[in-house]
């Protein structure tokens, strides 16, 4: 692989399904952010705005059996693979109609049954538990392949060393995605890595990679695609890093400008490369897109998430004594 990737031909139509999903995305994390400080969401959120053409290109290139592993930033992943919208706006409330019954709240979203195996916040810790899913479909003999999502800052855990040097070892059907937002928290990563590819990381273990636009949906398609079918076909790991940039602050639902660690001019920059506004253009120009369908599903979409939200307020609360229950003793 390492740098080319054979593109699959994308219809219009199912670039229209892709755009409309991450404009549900987008609205999703934006009303949470909007009802955030009503202070009855008593979890952090991590909200991935910006992000949506990730999430969405790599969960449409899995079949129904994949599994994917998240992390702190889980939303976009858990909805983009399937997930309940009304569970997960439950698991924030704490109630018990929540995706794992109000225990984690909105860093530890979880569906078996949609393949959202579970999002841990734990830096890096995606990585040993997508490869060792990787490792039970091998050795239970099907042909399903795991994603494991993570941010830059991850790759600077010695977990990552490990897991890749396992995964390539045992030439296990396992994805490695990065998402790279530029920052670990308020860190840059030109304080946190030296001048050279991320990829060497990965190329050092032995295993493919490649690099593409995680602000281009179609591109994040063609790249997950080619590593799921060559995990498929019994040919290993592989190492996809995609850049892309948060709007909004590492942890909240403000946005942080103003604090220092990175520029508003940056942002805007970053801004214009809107994935969403990347395939309006495309699917305006083609006319495939019409602005009163576009605004008519923004208005389900919004119609949506707040009747979650209002469910989710009204829902019973999780009741203490299952505490325990679920746990390891």
């Not at 997508?130 to 991850?154: E, I």
């Amino acid at each position: 692989m390492s740098g080319s990737v054979e593109n699959v031909d994308i219809t219009n139509k199912q670039l229209l399904a892709y755009h409309y999903e991450m404009l549900r995305l987008r609205i999703v994390d934006e009303t949470i952010a909007d009802r955030y400080s009503e202070q009855e969401m008593r979890c952090p959120i991590h909200l991935s705005v910006g992000q949506e053409a990730v999430a969405v290109g790599a969960c449409q290139a899995l079949n129904g059996g994949d599994k994917i592993y998240s992390n702190h930033r889980s939303h976009y992943h858990y909805l983009a693979k399937g997930g309940d919208l009304t569970a997960m706006i439950c698991e924030m409330y704490g109630k018990a109609a929540g995706c794992i019954g109000g225990r984690g709240g909105s860093m530890h979203l979880m569906d078996v049954s949609k393949g959202m195996m579970l999002s841990v916040p734990i830096v890096a810790s995606s990585m040993p538990l997508a490869v060792g899913s990787a490792l039970a479909d091998r050795r239970t003999g099907n042909d399903n392949v795991t994603l494991g999502f993570f941010g830059d800052g991850a790759i600077e855990e010695g977990v990552f060393h490990e897991s890749a040097n396992f995964a390539v070892l045992h030439n296990l059907p396992v994805v490695f995605m990065c998402e790279n937002n530029l920052f670990s928290v308020y860190t840059p990563i030109s304080k946190r890595q030296p001048d050279r590819p991320l990829t060497d990381l990965a190329r050092a273990h032995g295993m493919p990679t490649a690099t593409g636009d995680g602000n281009d949906v179609a591109t994040v398609y063609n790249m997950t695609v080619e590593a799921v079918a060559r995990a498929r076909r019994g040919e290993g790991p592989t190492f996809l890093l995609f850049d892309t940039y948060r709007w909004l602050e590492h942890c909240g639902p403000g946005f942080d400008n103003d604090i220092g660690y990175r520029e508003e001019s940056e942002f805007l920059s970053w801004r214009e490369k809107c994935p969403i506004e990347k395939t309006r253009a495309m699917l305006t120009r083609s006319g495939d897109l019409q602005p009163d369908q576009e605004k008519t599903r923004i208005e389900q979409f919004q119609t949506e998430v707040d009747a979650a939200i209002e469910f989710a307020k009204s829902a019973p609360e999780t009741n203490p004594s299952d505490a325990t229950k679920h746990i390891y003793a």
